[in-house]
Protein backbone atom coordinates (compact mmCIF):
# COMPACT_ATOMS: atom_id res chain seq x y z
CA UNK A 1 0.00 0.00 0.00
CA UNK A 2 1.38 3.20 -1.22
CA UNK A 3 2.33 6.24 1.32
CA UNK A 4 -0.86 8.56 -0.62
CA UNK A 5 -3.54 5.78 -0.15
CA UNK A 6 -2.26 4.69 3.31
CA UNK A 7 -2.72 8.37 4.45
CA UNK A 8 -6.16 8.49 2.80
CA UNK A 9 -7.34 5.71 4.29
CA UNK A 10 -6.24 7.06 7.61
CA UNK A 11 -7.82 10.32 7.26
CA UNK A 12 -11.11 8.37 5.96
CA UNK A 13 -11.67 6.38 9.69
CA UNK A 14 -10.69 9.26 11.31
CA UNK A 15 -13.13 11.80 10.23
CA UNK A 16 -15.74 8.81 9.72
CA UNK A 17 -15.08 7.64 13.54
CA UNK A 18 -15.70 11.37 14.57
CA UNK A 19 -18.71 12.09 13.03
CA UNK A 20 -19.86 8.82 13.54
CA UNK A 21 -19.32 9.62 17.76
CA UNK A 22 -21.22 13.02 17.36
CA UNK A 23 -24.00 11.65 15.55
CA UNK A 24 -24.44 8.45 18.05
CA UNK A 25 -24.38 11.22 20.80
CA UNK A 26 -27.21 13.19 18.58
CA UNK A 27 -29.32 10.72 18.63
CA UNK A 28 -29.41 10.17 22.25
CA UNK A 29 -29.43 13.71 22.94
CA UNK A 30 -32.22 14.63 20.69
CA UNK A 31 -35.32 15.89 22.57
CA UNK A 32 -37.34 15.18 19.28
CA UNK A 33 -37.59 11.27 18.29
CA UNK A 34 -38.12 11.97 14.87
CA UNK A 35 -34.75 13.53 15.10
CA UNK A 36 -33.23 10.52 17.08
CA UNK A 37 -34.05 8.16 14.13
CA UNK A 38 -33.34 10.34 11.33
CA UNK A 39 -29.79 10.73 13.37
CA UNK A 40 -29.58 6.97 13.82
CA UNK A 41 -29.94 6.28 9.75
CA UNK A 42 -27.45 8.55 9.36
CA UNK A 43 -25.25 7.07 12.46
CA UNK A 44 -25.78 3.15 10.56
CA UNK A 45 -25.13 4.50 7.34
CA UNK A 46 -21.82 5.96 8.58
CA UNK A 47 -21.03 2.77 10.34
CA UNK A 48 -21.61 1.23 6.73
CA UNK A 49 -18.88 3.23 4.91
CA UNK A 50 -16.82 2.09 7.94
CA UNK A 51 -17.13 -1.02 6.58
CA UNK A 52 -16.44 -0.66 3.19
CA UNK A 53 -13.67 1.37 3.97
CA UNK A 54 -12.75 -2.40 5.47
CA UNK A 55 -13.24 -3.48 2.08
CA UNK A 56 -15.88 -5.23 3.50
CA UNK A 57 -18.59 -4.53 0.73
CA UNK A 58 -21.20 -7.21 1.68
CA UNK A 59 -21.08 -6.35 5.48
CA UNK A 60 -21.68 -2.66 4.32
CA UNK A 61 -24.72 -3.08 1.96
CA UNK A 62 -26.29 -5.63 4.17
CA UNK A 63 -25.86 -3.02 6.90
CA UNK A 64 -27.50 -0.39 4.86
CA UNK A 65 -30.26 -2.27 3.52
CA UNK A 66 -31.46 -3.86 6.76
CA UNK A 67 -31.17 -1.44 9.34
CA UNK A 68 -30.67 1.64 7.92
CA UNK A 69 -33.21 0.95 5.11
CA UNK A 70 -35.49 -1.37 7.23
CA UNK A 71 -35.39 -1.34 10.48
CA UNK A 72 -35.55 2.54 11.51
CA UNK A 73 -37.85 3.02 9.06
CA UNK A 74 -40.04 1.02 11.14
CA UNK A 75 -39.08 3.08 13.42
CA UNK A 76 -39.56 6.21 11.96
CA UNK A 77 -43.10 5.02 11.08
CA UNK A 78 -44.51 4.20 14.79
CA UNK A 79 -42.96 7.72 15.95
CA UNK A 80 -45.31 9.45 13.72
CA UNK A 81 -48.14 7.29 13.91
CA UNK A 82 -48.38 7.77 17.19
CA UNK A 83 -47.09 11.37 16.72
CA UNK A 84 -44.83 11.80 19.36
CA UNK A 85 -44.09 14.71 20.65
CA UNK A 86 -41.72 16.21 22.39
CA UNK A 87 -43.42 17.52 25.82
CA UNK A 88 -44.67 13.97 26.05
CA UNK A 89 -41.48 12.52 26.28
CA UNK A 90 -39.50 12.60 29.63
CA UNK A 91 -36.41 14.44 29.11
CA UNK A 92 -32.63 12.98 30.60
CA UNK A 93 -33.43 12.63 34.54
CA UNK A 94 -31.82 10.50 36.68
CA UNK A 95 -33.84 7.99 38.06
CA UNK A 96 -32.56 4.40 39.19
CA UNK A 97 -32.10 2.62 35.72
CA UNK A 98 -30.55 5.62 33.57
CA UNK A 99 -28.03 5.69 36.47
CA UNK A 100 -27.67 2.03 36.31
CA UNK A 101 -27.23 2.09 32.50
CA UNK A 102 -25.20 4.83 32.35
CA UNK A 103 -22.75 3.33 34.53
CA UNK A 104 -22.72 0.27 32.89
CA UNK A 105 -22.11 1.70 29.71
CA UNK A 106 -19.31 3.86 31.22
CA UNK A 107 -17.49 1.20 32.44
CA UNK A 108 -17.99 -1.17 29.44
CA UNK A 109 -16.26 2.17 27.22
CA UNK A 110 -13.23 2.55 29.78
CA UNK A 111 -12.49 -1.21 29.35
CA UNK A 112 -12.54 -1.14 25.54
CA UNK A 113 -10.45 2.12 25.55
CA UNK A 114 -8.54 0.62 28.11
CA UNK A 115 -7.86 -3.16 25.70
CA UNK A 116 -6.97 -0.92 22.76
CA UNK A 117 -4.31 1.33 24.71
CA UNK A 118 -2.97 -1.41 25.72
CA UNK A 119 -2.10 -2.94 22.46
CA UNK A 120 -3.53 -5.77 20.39
CA UNK A 121 -7.30 -6.50 20.85
CA UNK A 122 -8.13 -10.05 21.58
CA UNK A 123 -10.48 -11.64 19.68
CA UNK A 124 -9.38 -10.62 16.34
CA UNK A 125 -8.10 -13.69 14.74
CA UNK A 126 -4.67 -14.99 13.93
CA UNK A 127 -4.61 -12.42 11.76
CA UNK A 128 -4.72 -14.53 8.58
CA UNK A 129 -8.11 -12.85 7.42
CA UNK A 130 -6.24 -9.94 5.41
CA UNK A 131 -7.64 -8.09 2.02
CA UNK A 132 -5.72 -10.12 0.13
CA UNK A 133 -6.15 -13.72 1.63
CA UNK A 134 -10.15 -12.76 1.23
CA UNK A 135 -9.63 -11.67 -2.72
CA UNK A 136 -7.49 -14.97 -3.23
CA UNK A 137 -10.76 -17.03 -1.58
CA UNK A 138 -13.37 -16.07 -3.88
CA UNK A 139 -14.37 -12.69 -2.53
CA UNK A 140 -15.92 -11.48 0.88
CA UNK A 141 -19.37 -12.56 -0.45
CA UNK A 142 -18.62 -15.62 -1.45
CA UNK A 143 -16.96 -16.88 1.29
CA UNK A 144 -19.10 -15.15 4.14
CA UNK A 145 -21.77 -17.40 1.67
CA UNK A 146 -19.76 -20.56 2.12
CA UNK A 147 -19.40 -20.22 6.03
CA UNK A 148 -22.67 -19.90 6.59
CA UNK A 149 -24.36 -22.30 4.39
CA UNK A 150 -22.12 -25.08 6.00
CA UNK A 151 -20.26 -24.83 9.21
CA UNK A 152 -23.12 -22.60 10.04
CA UNK A 153 -26.21 -23.86 8.73
CA UNK A 154 -28.01 -24.80 12.09
CA UNK A 155 -27.30 -21.74 13.81
CA UNK A 156 -28.90 -20.06 10.78
CA UNK A 157 -31.94 -22.02 10.46
CA UNK A 158 -32.67 -21.74 13.78
CA UNK A 159 -32.00 -17.57 13.66
CA UNK A 160 -34.57 -18.48 11.03
CA UNK A 161 -36.73 -20.59 12.85
CA UNK A 162 -37.01 -18.02 15.42
CA UNK A 163 -37.52 -14.52 13.30
CA UNK A 164 -40.98 -16.81 12.04
CA UNK A 165 -42.01 -17.66 15.36
CA UNK A 166 -41.56 -14.05 15.87
CA UNK A 167 -43.50 -13.09 13.31
CA UNK A 168 -46.40 -15.84 13.86
CA UNK A 169 -46.52 -14.00 17.59
CA UNK A 170 -47.00 -11.18 16.40
CA UNK A 171 -49.71 -12.05 13.52
CA UNK A 172 -51.57 -13.65 16.52
CA UNK A 173 -51.23 -10.88 18.83
CA UNK A 174 -52.62 -8.76 15.96
CA UNK A 175 -55.60 -10.96 15.01
CA UNK A 176 -56.96 -11.43 18.83
CA UNK A 177 -58.56 -7.90 19.03
CA UNK A 178 -60.88 -8.77 16.28
CA UNK A 179 -62.56 -11.94 17.05
CA UNK A 180 -65.51 -10.44 18.28
CA UNK A 181 -65.82 -8.22 15.16
CA UNK A 182 -67.42 -8.82 12.05
CA UNK A 183 -64.87 -9.22 9.18
CA UNK B 1 -5.79 -1.96 -1.81
CA UNK B 2 -2.53 -2.38 -3.37
CA UNK B 3 -2.34 0.93 -5.22
CA UNK B 4 0.65 2.86 -6.53
CA UNK B 5 0.44 6.52 -5.74
CA UNK B 6 0.40 6.38 -9.88
CA UNK B 7 -2.74 3.95 -9.76
CA UNK B 8 -4.33 6.42 -7.18
CA UNK B 9 -4.10 9.46 -9.17
CA UNK B 10 -5.45 7.99 -11.92
CA UNK B 11 -8.60 6.41 -10.33
CA UNK B 12 -8.93 9.44 -8.27
CA UNK B 13 -9.48 11.58 -11.83
CA UNK B 14 -11.06 9.14 -13.60
CA UNK B 15 -13.74 8.66 -10.96
CA UNK B 16 -13.97 12.40 -10.39
CA UNK B 17 -14.64 12.94 -14.41
CA UNK B 18 -16.87 9.85 -14.83
CA UNK B 19 -18.81 10.98 -12.04
CA UNK B 20 -19.47 14.73 -13.38
CA UNK B 21 -20.67 13.74 -16.81
CA UNK B 22 -22.79 11.25 -15.11
CA UNK B 23 -24.52 13.92 -13.26
CA UNK B 24 -24.42 16.47 -16.09
CA UNK B 25 -26.59 13.45 -17.83
CA UNK B 26 -28.87 12.68 -14.75
CA UNK B 27 -29.54 16.63 -14.34
CA UNK B 28 -30.70 16.40 -18.18
CA UNK B 29 -33.20 13.35 -17.51
CA UNK B 30 -35.93 15.36 -15.63
CA UNK B 31 -36.51 18.41 -18.63
CA UNK B 32 -36.41 15.64 -21.00
CA UNK B 33 -38.73 13.26 -19.25
CA UNK B 34 -41.43 16.22 -18.18
CA UNK B 35 -42.08 17.38 -22.10
CA UNK B 36 -41.86 13.99 -23.23
CA UNK B 37 -44.57 13.17 -20.69
CA UNK B 38 -46.63 15.82 -21.73
CA UNK B 39 -46.48 15.32 -25.61
CA UNK B 40 -46.81 11.15 -25.79
CA UNK B 41 -50.14 11.57 -24.24
CA UNK B 42 -51.40 14.07 -26.44
CA UNK B 43 -50.33 12.18 -28.90
CA UNK B 44 -52.04 9.13 -27.71
CA UNK B 45 -54.85 11.18 -27.10
CA UNK B 46 -54.91 12.99 -30.29
CA UNK B 47 -54.02 16.61 -29.08
CA UNK B 48 -51.30 18.75 -29.76
CA UNK B 49 -49.67 19.37 -26.27
CA UNK B 50 -46.94 22.17 -25.59
CA UNK B 51 -45.72 22.47 -29.14
CA UNK B 52 -45.68 26.81 -28.88
CA UNK B 53 -42.81 27.81 -26.28
CA UNK B 54 -40.11 28.88 -29.00
CA UNK B 55 -37.07 31.17 -29.33
CA UNK B 56 -37.20 33.75 -31.98
CA UNK B 57 -39.62 32.67 -33.38
CA UNK B 58 -38.64 29.48 -33.88
CA UNK B 59 -40.99 26.81 -31.86
CA UNK B 60 -38.97 23.40 -33.04
CA UNK B 61 -41.77 21.38 -31.70
CA UNK B 62 -42.03 23.07 -27.83
CA UNK B 63 -38.62 21.47 -27.22
CA UNK B 64 -37.96 25.09 -25.22
CA UNK B 65 -41.18 24.25 -23.04
CA UNK B 66 -38.96 22.20 -20.58
CA UNK B 67 -36.51 25.41 -20.30
CA UNK B 68 -39.55 27.51 -19.37
CA UNK B 69 -40.93 25.45 -16.73
CA UNK B 70 -37.70 24.76 -15.27
CA UNK B 71 -37.24 29.01 -15.57
CA UNK B 72 -40.51 29.22 -13.93
CA UNK B 73 -39.59 26.70 -10.87
CA UNK B 74 -36.81 28.59 -10.21
CA UNK B 75 -38.20 31.58 -9.31
CA UNK B 76 -41.17 31.18 -7.83
CA UNK B 77 -41.35 32.24 -4.19
CA UNK B 78 -40.66 29.66 -1.94
CA UNK B 79 -43.76 29.40 1.16
CA UNK B 80 -42.51 27.71 4.05
CA UNK B 81 -45.83 26.29 5.82
CA UNK B 82 -46.74 27.54 8.83
CA UNK B 83 -46.16 24.78 11.56
CA UNK B 84 -43.47 23.09 9.98
CA UNK B 85 -40.90 21.51 10.78
CA UNK B 86 -38.15 23.67 9.31
CA UNK B 87 -35.27 21.50 9.59
CA UNK B 88 -36.41 18.22 8.10
CA UNK B 89 -38.91 20.49 5.68
CA UNK B 90 -36.06 21.95 4.23
CA UNK B 91 -33.79 18.42 4.23
CA UNK B 92 -36.37 16.31 2.75
CA UNK B 93 -35.77 17.01 -0.95
CA UNK B 94 -31.97 16.28 -0.23
CA UNK B 95 -32.86 12.88 1.12
CA UNK B 96 -35.07 12.50 -1.92
CA UNK B 97 -32.27 13.28 -4.55
CA UNK B 98 -29.29 11.57 -2.75
CA UNK B 99 -30.39 7.86 -3.26
CA UNK B 100 -31.20 7.95 -6.62
CA UNK B 101 -27.81 9.70 -7.45
CA UNK B 102 -26.06 7.25 -5.23
CA UNK B 103 -27.38 4.48 -7.41
CA UNK B 104 -26.43 5.58 -10.53
CA UNK B 105 -23.30 5.13 -10.26
CA UNK B 106 -22.91 1.34 -9.52
CA UNK B 107 -24.62 1.17 -12.98
CA UNK B 108 -22.07 -0.16 -15.68
CA UNK B 109 -22.48 2.05 -18.80
CA UNK B 110 -20.25 0.64 -20.93
CA UNK B 111 -17.58 -2.00 -21.45
CA UNK B 112 -14.18 -1.23 -19.83
CA UNK B 113 -12.07 1.95 -21.60
CA UNK B 114 -7.92 1.55 -22.29
CA UNK B 115 -6.68 5.47 -21.59
CA UNK B 116 -3.00 5.93 -21.55
CA UNK B 117 -2.58 2.11 -20.69
CA UNK B 118 -5.14 2.42 -18.05
CA UNK B 119 -8.11 0.05 -17.88
CA UNK B 120 -11.15 2.41 -16.62
CA UNK B 121 -14.34 0.77 -16.46
CA UNK B 122 -17.50 2.54 -17.33
CA UNK B 123 -19.23 2.83 -13.93
CA UNK B 124 -18.46 5.61 -11.27
CA UNK B 125 -17.38 3.08 -8.70
CA UNK B 126 -16.96 -0.85 -9.45
CA UNK B 127 -19.11 -2.06 -6.87
CA UNK B 128 -18.33 -6.21 -6.66
CA UNK B 129 -21.91 -6.36 -4.51
CA UNK B 130 -23.66 -4.13 -7.38
CA UNK B 131 -26.76 -5.50 -6.37
CA UNK B 132 -27.06 -5.43 -2.96
CA UNK B 133 -25.43 -2.13 -3.17
CA UNK B 134 -27.96 -0.77 -5.41
CA UNK B 135 -30.66 -2.37 -3.33
CA UNK B 136 -29.38 -1.14 0.04
CA UNK B 137 -28.87 2.65 -1.08
CA UNK B 138 -32.19 2.39 -2.85
CA UNK B 139 -34.31 1.07 1.04
CA UNK B 140 -32.85 4.34 1.71
CA UNK B 141 -35.60 6.60 -0.82
CA UNK B 142 -38.12 5.66 1.72
CA UNK B 143 -37.00 8.62 3.64
CA UNK B 144 -37.09 11.56 1.51
CA UNK B 145 -41.40 10.18 1.55
CA UNK B 146 -41.78 10.02 4.76
CA UNK B 147 -40.13 13.00 5.76
CA UNK B 148 -41.62 15.21 3.69
CA UNK B 149 -44.51 14.37 4.51
CA UNK B 150 -44.32 14.45 8.10
CA UNK B 151 -42.14 17.51 8.06
CA UNK B 152 -45.42 19.72 6.28
CA UNK B 153 -47.81 19.58 8.77
CA UNK B 154 -50.50 18.79 6.61
CA UNK B 155 -53.13 15.80 6.72
CA UNK B 156 -53.13 15.03 3.38
CA UNK B 157 -49.29 15.06 3.06
CA UNK B 158 -48.73 12.83 6.23
CA UNK B 159 -51.53 10.36 4.68
CA UNK B 160 -49.28 10.66 1.30
CA UNK B 161 -45.87 9.87 3.27
CA UNK B 162 -47.75 7.10 4.99
CA UNK B 163 -48.95 5.35 2.07
CA UNK B 164 -45.64 5.61 0.16
CA UNK B 165 -43.51 4.18 2.77
CA UNK B 166 -46.13 1.31 3.54
CA UNK B 167 -45.98 0.81 -0.38
CA UNK B 168 -42.29 1.19 -1.12
CA UNK B 169 -41.10 -1.18 2.06
CA UNK B 170 -43.47 -4.00 0.82
CA UNK B 171 -42.64 -3.83 -2.80
CA UNK B 172 -39.15 -3.97 -2.40
CA UNK B 173 -39.11 -7.25 -0.87
CA UNK B 174 -40.25 -8.08 -4.31
CA UNK B 175 -37.57 -6.84 -6.39
CA UNK B 176 -35.71 -8.06 -4.28
CA UNK B 177 -36.64 -11.14 -5.08
CA UNK B 178 -36.96 -11.17 -8.34
CA UNK B 179 -33.58 -10.45 -9.02
CA UNK B 180 -32.27 -13.47 -6.61
CA UNK B 181 -33.30 -15.74 -9.72
CA UNK B 182 -30.80 -13.78 -12.01
CA UNK B 183 -27.90 -13.96 -9.19
CA UNK B 184 -28.20 -17.79 -9.12
CA UNK B 185 -27.56 -18.24 -13.31
CA UNK B 186 -24.74 -15.78 -13.72
CA UNK B 187 -23.48 -16.83 -10.39
CA UNK B 188 -22.43 -13.08 -9.33
CA UNK B 189 -23.63 -10.03 -7.45
CA UNK B 190 -21.47 -8.04 -9.64
CA UNK B 191 -23.18 -5.96 -12.55
CA UNK B 192 -20.15 -6.02 -14.85
CA UNK B 193 -20.21 -9.83 -14.32
CA UNK B 194 -23.43 -10.22 -15.33
CA UNK B 195 -23.60 -7.85 -18.07
CA UNK B 196 -20.36 -9.66 -19.15
CA UNK B 197 -22.22 -13.08 -19.38
CA UNK B 198 -24.85 -11.69 -21.45
CA UNK B 199 -22.73 -12.13 -25.05
CA UNK B 200 -25.29 -13.69 -26.57
CA UNK B 201 -29.16 -12.45 -27.05
CA UNK B 202 -30.60 -15.97 -25.83
CA UNK B 203 -28.30 -15.37 -23.05
CA UNK B 204 -30.20 -12.19 -22.10
CA UNK B 205 -32.10 -12.50 -18.30
CA UNK B 206 -35.63 -11.72 -19.97
CA UNK B 207 -34.76 -14.89 -21.64
CA UNK B 208 -33.60 -17.16 -18.76
CA UNK B 209 -35.85 -15.62 -16.14
CA UNK B 210 -39.19 -14.15 -18.05
CA UNK B 211 -41.25 -14.09 -14.30
CA UNK B 212 -38.39 -12.19 -12.95
CA UNK B 213 -38.58 -9.90 -15.68
CA UNK B 214 -42.28 -9.46 -14.94
CA UNK B 215 -41.92 -9.29 -11.09
CA UNK B 216 -39.30 -6.49 -11.85
CA UNK B 217 -41.35 -4.34 -13.92
CA UNK B 218 -44.18 -4.48 -11.63
CA UNK B 219 -42.11 -4.04 -8.56
CA UNK B 220 -40.22 -1.18 -10.75
CA UNK B 221 -43.41 0.89 -10.75
CA UNK B 222 -44.55 0.39 -7.78
CA UNK B 223 -40.84 1.83 -6.08
CA UNK B 224 -41.15 4.91 -8.04
CA UNK B 225 -44.46 5.66 -7.34
CA UNK B 226 -45.41 5.77 -10.66
CA UNK B 227 -48.97 4.87 -11.80
CA UNK B 228 -50.74 2.47 -11.69
CA UNK B 229 -49.06 2.44 -7.90
CA UNK B 230 -49.10 6.21 -7.14
CA UNK B 231 -51.41 6.09 -4.35
CA UNK B 232 -49.05 8.59 -2.34
CA UNK B 233 -49.48 11.70 -4.68
CA UNK B 234 -53.48 10.38 -5.66
CA UNK B 235 -54.84 14.08 -6.71
CA UNK B 236 -58.27 12.67 -6.53
CA UNK B 237 -57.78 12.14 -2.83
CA UNK B 238 -54.79 13.61 -1.06
CA UNK B 239 -54.19 16.95 -3.18
CA UNK B 240 -51.22 15.88 -4.15
CA UNK B 241 -49.97 13.66 -1.63
CA UNK B 242 -46.48 14.05 0.34
CA UNK B 243 -45.22 17.03 -1.97
CA UNK B 244 -48.68 18.92 -1.29
CA UNK B 245 -46.68 21.65 0.50
CA UNK B 246 -43.88 21.60 -1.42
CA UNK B 247 -43.07 24.39 -4.00
CA UNK B 248 -40.00 26.12 -6.46
CA UNK B 249 -36.72 24.60 -6.15
CA UNK B 250 -37.83 22.05 -3.52
CA UNK B 251 -40.78 20.67 -5.19
CA UNK B 252 -38.37 20.47 -8.61
CA UNK B 253 -36.04 18.42 -6.49
CA UNK B 254 -38.78 15.83 -5.52
CA UNK B 255 -38.95 16.04 -9.71
CA UNK B 256 -35.30 15.54 -9.98
CA UNK B 257 -35.57 12.24 -7.43
CA UNK B 258 -38.40 10.76 -8.96
CA UNK B 259 -37.45 10.93 -12.55
CA UNK B 260 -33.45 10.42 -12.08
CA UNK B 261 -34.83 6.76 -9.60
CA UNK B 262 -36.90 6.27 -13.27
CA UNK B 263 -33.93 6.66 -15.30
CA UNK B 264 -31.92 4.67 -12.96
CA UNK B 265 -33.87 1.53 -12.65
CA UNK B 266 -34.90 1.68 -16.17
CA UNK B 267 -30.89 1.26 -16.58
CA UNK B 268 -31.49 -1.91 -13.86
CA UNK B 269 -33.74 -3.71 -15.76
CA UNK B 270 -31.76 -3.27 -19.26
CA UNK B 271 -28.58 -4.02 -17.05
CA UNK B 272 -30.03 -7.09 -15.74
CA UNK B 273 -32.79 -8.38 -18.28
CA UNK B 274 -31.91 -6.63 -21.73
CA UNK B 275 -28.23 -7.10 -21.57
CA UNK B 276 -26.85 -3.96 -20.76
CA UNK B 277 -24.44 -2.58 -23.06
CA UNK B 278 -24.69 -5.59 -25.50
CA UNK B 279 -25.56 -5.27 -28.91
CA UNK B 280 -27.57 -7.97 -30.07
CA UNK B 281 -25.18 -10.54 -32.38
CA UNK B 282 -22.34 -8.49 -32.08
CA UNK B 283 -19.20 -7.86 -29.97
CA UNK B 284 -19.34 -4.11 -29.00
CA UNK B 285 -15.55 -4.55 -27.71
CA UNK B 286 -14.41 -5.43 -31.04
CA UNK B 287 -15.80 -2.41 -32.77
CA UNK B 288 -12.09 -0.85 -30.99
CA UNK B 289 -9.78 -3.08 -33.37
CA UNK B 290 -12.27 -2.98 -36.07
CA UNK B 291 -12.85 1.12 -36.24
CA UNK B 292 -8.71 1.63 -34.95
CA UNK B 293 -9.81 3.96 -32.33
CA UNK B 294 -10.22 3.23 -28.79
CA UNK B 295 -13.65 4.17 -26.98
CA UNK B 296 -15.86 3.40 -30.18
CA UNK B 297 -16.78 0.15 -28.45
CA UNK B 298 -17.64 2.00 -25.26
CA UNK B 299 -19.82 4.50 -27.00
CA UNK B 300 -21.92 1.99 -28.56
CA UNK B 301 -22.20 0.17 -25.77
CA UNK B 302 -23.50 3.13 -24.03
CA UNK B 303 -25.88 3.84 -26.97
CA UNK B 304 -27.28 0.68 -26.08
CA UNK B 305 -28.07 0.85 -22.94
CA UNK B 306 -29.32 3.80 -23.29
CA UNK B 307 -31.75 2.85 -25.70
CA UNK B 308 -32.43 0.59 -23.60
CA UNK B 309 -33.40 2.38 -21.11
CA UNK B 310 -35.23 4.41 -23.30
CA UNK B 311 -37.71 2.04 -23.79
CA UNK B 312 -38.17 1.50 -19.98
CA UNK B 313 -38.55 5.20 -19.59
CA UNK B 314 -41.45 5.39 -22.67
CA UNK B 315 -42.71 2.23 -20.59
CA UNK B 316 -43.73 4.29 -17.83
CA UNK B 317 -45.08 7.26 -19.99
CA UNK B 318 -47.21 4.58 -21.86
CA UNK B 319 -48.57 2.64 -18.63
CA UNK B 320 -48.96 5.88 -16.93
CA UNK B 321 -52.21 7.27 -19.44
CA UNK B 322 -53.18 3.43 -20.06
CA UNK B 323 -53.70 1.87 -16.51
CA UNK B 324 -55.84 3.53 -13.84
CA UNK B 325 -54.77 3.61 -10.38
CA UNK B 326 -54.83 0.48 -7.83
CA UNK B 327 -57.02 0.63 -4.70
CA UNK B 328 -54.45 0.62 -1.54
CA UNK B 329 -56.23 -2.88 -0.63
CA UNK B 330 -55.31 -3.74 -4.19
CA UNK B 331 -51.64 -3.05 -4.13
CA UNK B 332 -51.29 -4.38 -0.84
CA UNK B 333 -52.61 -7.84 -1.66
CA UNK B 334 -51.16 -7.61 -5.30
CA UNK B 335 -47.73 -7.43 -3.56
CA UNK B 336 -48.12 -9.50 -0.48
CA UNK B 337 -50.16 -12.14 -1.68
CA UNK B 338 -49.07 -11.98 -5.39
CA UNK B 339 -46.03 -10.88 -6.07
CA UNK B 340 -43.90 -12.17 -3.05
CA UNK B 341 -45.35 -16.49 -3.44
CA UNK B 342 -44.85 -15.88 -7.35
CA UNK B 343 -41.34 -14.65 -6.33
CA UNK B 344 -40.42 -16.82 -3.52
CA UNK B 345 -41.85 -20.11 -6.26
CA UNK B 346 -39.75 -17.89 -8.57
CA UNK B 347 -36.47 -18.88 -6.46
CA UNK B 348 -37.03 -22.15 -6.13
CA UNK B 349 -38.01 -23.17 -9.46
CA UNK B 350 -34.85 -21.70 -10.65
CA UNK B 351 -32.72 -23.28 -8.19
CA UNK B 352 -34.12 -26.55 -8.94
CA UNK B 353 -33.82 -26.45 -13.09
CA UNK B 354 -30.25 -24.71 -12.03
CA UNK B 355 -29.12 -28.11 -9.84
CA UNK B 356 -30.77 -30.22 -12.48
CA UNK B 357 -28.74 -28.83 -15.07
CA UNK B 358 -25.50 -28.71 -13.37
CA UNK B 359 -25.37 -32.28 -11.71
CA UNK B 360 -27.25 -34.15 -14.64
Known amino acids: MSELSNFMSHAVFHALAGLITLVSLMVVAS ?18 AVYATLESHFVAAIQVLVYAGAVVVLFLFVIMLLNLQPDQLRGLRFNAPEAVTLILSL ?72 KDQPA | MGLTADEFTVQFISTLLKFSILAVILLQVPPIMVLVERRIPAFMQRRKGPNRVGLFGFRIYGVLQSLADTIKLIFKEEVVPTGAHKAFYHLAPVFAVFPALMIAMAIPYGPDIQVFGHTIPLSVVRVDVGFLFIFAISSLAVYGVTIAGWASNNKYALLGSLRASAQMISYEIPLGMSLIPIVLIYGSLDLNKIVEAQTHIWKWGIFLSPISFVLFLIAMFAETNRTPFDLSEAEGELVAGFHTEYNSTKFAAFFLGEYVSMFVLSCLASTVFLGGWQVPFFDVRSLDQLVGFTGVGAFVGFGSL ?32 FMIPLGLINVVVTALALAAVRFS
Not at chain 2, 316 to 330: A, G, K, L, M, S
Request: aromatic share 14%; net charge positive.
Open chain 2, 306 to 337: FMKAAFFMWLYVWVRWTIPRFRYDQLMSLGWK
Open chain 1, 107 to 178: IGMFIMIGVSVAGKPTGLGDGSLTVEAIADGGGNTYLVAMKLLTDFIWPFELASVLILLAIVAAVVIAKKDH
Open chain 1, 31 to 48: KHPVKSAVFLVVDLFLLA
